[in-house]
């Protein structure tokens, strides 16, 4: 158990519904890493926190959109959802930007 | 641009045999590498990363990687292979300003099956 939780584990929704996908980091990490799996694409980096502050983007589509809390808990948000967007969405934590993270067990959504 | 390269889809061995993985990358400074284990239905788990020094780098469950800046490789290791190491393995590069350890390009992924 890395002590990264994310919730749902699993998630079903229909094509162009939103959903909300959570992470509680681990206890004293401030920032926060969210990443796709797809069969496609392979493991993608969407976008990092830091301590509530956007750090650095990486492919994430204009549909998605996250935020960290003051709490640091972190939520994904994904709207007008395609087939496509099917995929495991990992969190991951650091104590750092530049320090080891850890990875949750992943919420698999999909779009039917 | 920085990029992974695995080769190898898929990978069987017979339980007891050596493993060697293949990881090629594409970074215009020291890279910091890292190698990740995906067990079905699991997270990912750090088994190793380089960041510099001693080229050799030891992991835990006996793995251990070898970083050859001529090559562009970091190629995962292991002497003798167990049931339990049937997963699929990744190798990451860190991307971003300076190097980071959360912010990563992976490569597609090696699958790893073990022969009885």
């Known amino acids: 158990d890395s002590g990264v939780t994310q919730t749902p584990k699993h998630l079903i929704t229909a094509t162009g519904q939103r959903v909300t996908l959570r992470c509680s980091p681990r206890?004293?990490?401030?920032?926060v890493y969210w990443y796709q799996q797809s069969l496609d694409q392979g493991l993608q980096f969407l976008i990092q926190?830091?301590?509530?502050?956007?750090?650095a983007k990486g492919n994430i589509l204009e549909r998605f959109s996250a935020q960290q809390f003051p709490d640091l808990h972190s939520e994904l948000n994904l709207s007008s959802l395609e087939l496509g967007d099917s995929a495991l969405y990992f969190c991951a934590s650091s104590v750092d930007i530049n320090t080891e993270a850890f990875f949750g067990q992943g919420t698999r959504l999909t779009v039917v | 641009a920085q990029s992974v390269t695995q080769p190898d889809i898929h990978i069987t061995v017979s339980e007891g045999a050596s493993l060697e993985l293949r990881c090629n990358y594409s970074?215009?400074?020291?890279?910091?590498l890292f190698w990740y284990v995906q067990s079905p239905g699991q997270g990912l788990q750090l088994l190793l990363k380089y960041f510099s020094g001693d080229t050799l780098v030891q992991g835990i469950k006996g793995f251990e990687a070898e970083f050859k800046r001529s090559q562009s490789s970091f190629n995962l290791r292991k002497p003798s292979v167990h049931w339990s190491d049937a997963a699929e393995y990744f190798c990451a590069v860190g991307a971003g300003y300076g190097g980071s350890q959360g912010n990563l390009i992976f490569g597609k992924g090696t699958k790893l099956s073990v022969k009885p």
């Open positions: 926190y830091y301590n509530g502050e956007e750090r």
């Open positions: 206890s004293g990490d401030l920032s």
């Open positions: 970074y215009g400074a020291t890279p910091y």
